[in-house]
């Protein structure tokens, strides 16, 4: 069975950064595309950032384009999200996804979640 861990969260100031990390196990970790998501209180859970299995491709949403980056070491199985420029509505939890296809067919994880808040 699949699982993900993330860390990394915490308070920052606006304008600081964090990195979160998503340490992957119990699956083919380079066969998988991987996300990240993010909730905020009283809102639908919504995608950040995607990433393909080489890395090769990632899209973001439109709000965080040219401030995150999403990377991933196979070698690792870890994905990151580099956050830059935090803003307050920023303030979320994010989550770490998987999606592709294992032993059993098409699967799909999901990390507990790390708390992201940006305020002074």
């Known amino acids: 069975q699949g699982q993900l861990v993330e860390s990394g969260g915490g308070l920052v100031q606006p304008g600081g950064s964090l990195r979160l990390t998503c340490a992957a196990s119990?699956?083919?970790?380079?066969?998988?595309?991987m996300s990240w998501y993010c909730q905020a209180p009283g809102k639908e859970r919504e995608l950040v950032a995607w990433?393909?299995?080489?890395?090769?491709?990632?899209r973001y949403a439109d709000s965080v384009k040219g401030r995150f980056t999403i990377s991933r070491d196979n070698a690792k199985n870890t994905v990151y999200l580099q956050m830059n420029n935090l803003r307050p509505e920023d303030t979320a939890v994010y989550y770490c996804?998987?999606?592709?296809?294992?032993?059993?067919?098409?699967?799909?994880?999901w990390g507990q979640g790390t708390q992201v808040t940006v305020s002074l």
């Open positions: 996804h998987a999606e592709g296809y294992g032993t059993t067919g098409r699967e799909e994880y």
């Open positions: 990433i393909t299995v080489t890395g090769g491709v990632k």
């Open positions: 119990g699956f083919t970790f380079d066969s998988f595309v």
